[in-house]
């Protein structure tokens, strides 16, 4: 069956730190796009991508870059982690305009 | 820009009672509305999405009406069960793929 994998699931890393989060697809879906989960926040949005070599800034970007050199991977790094940043981070695709956003199981990160 | 209002961000209610959580929206352009359920420590997942062109939508006990007038959207969740008990959020977009979630709301059902 076709499926959104991350990994890690958890990570623990110091400030400073480059960190590199993969998402993986299999759907063969265009659109991907990475949030954080923060109590009290919900979803926010961090990147996106509508297709290969295309990125997009979301609303919380700073400190964060993707890249997208396929159709099925979106990695997001962290240049130099802030504690700031220590979140739940999701990854979802979506096949088209209107379609819905499917997700993976999330990562963990801490920033010590 | 967009934004997403939920309401109630916590909501008990005894099994078998209804549940309804209101979202409300500010871009009249947005034209489609996904409701998602997240159980603790799970990933979020698709429960019901309704576009600009439909009133309401049901799928079994799960209900989600929209009033574009108004820019509101509601999920109905009826006899309500313990295994409904997640959070749950609401989301708009208006056709640039991206969405803007709304903040939760923490449903318990109580037994």
Same mark, same amino acid.
């Given at each position: 069956?076709? +499926? ?7 990570k ?8 590199? @989060? ?9 659109n ?6 923060? @109590?009290?926040?919900?979803?926010? @949005?961090?990147?996106y991508?509508?297709? !290969? ?5 979301? +609303? ?5 870059? !993707? ?7 979106l990695?997001l ?6 504690s ?24 963990r @990160?801490?920033?010590? | ?11 008990s ?23 998602y ?25 799960i ?9 509101h ?14 959070v749950?959020?609401c989301?708009?977009?208006?056709g ?16």
């Open positions: 069956d076709a +499926e959104i994998t991350q990994s890690p699931r958890h623990i890393t110091e400030t400073g730190r480059q960190v590199t @989060l993969a998402c993986h697809q299999t759907w063969n879906h265009n991907m796009f990475w949030y954080r989960q923060d @109590l009290g926040h919900g979803l926010r @949005l961090i990147h991508s509508y297709g !290969v070599q295309d990125t997009n800034k979301g +609303e919380v970007s700073d400190g964060y870059s !993707v890249s997208r050199s396929n159709t099925e991977d990695p790094t962290l240049e130099s982690a802030a700031s940043q220590t979140s739940v981070y999701f990854c979802a695709s979506s096949q088209g305009l209107d379609q819905p956003q499917h997700f993976g199981d999330g990562t @990160l801490s920033i010590l | 820009g967009e934004n997403v209002e939920q309401h109630p961000s916590t909501l209610v005894q099994e078998g009672d209804s549940a309804v959580i209101k979202c409300t929206y500010s871009d009249s352009a947005s034209n489609y509305f996904p409701w359920k997240q159980e603790l420590g799970k990933r979020p997942q698709l429960i019901i999405d309704i576009r600009s062109n439909v009133g309401e939508k049901k799928d079994q006990r209900a989600v009406t929209l009033n574009k007038t108004a820019k959207f509601s999920l109905h969740i009826t006899e309500t069960q313990p295994e409904d008990s997640a749950y959020f989301a708009a977009m208006r640039t793929y991206k969405y803007i979630f709304g903040t939760g709301t923490r449903l318990k059902v109580l037994a």
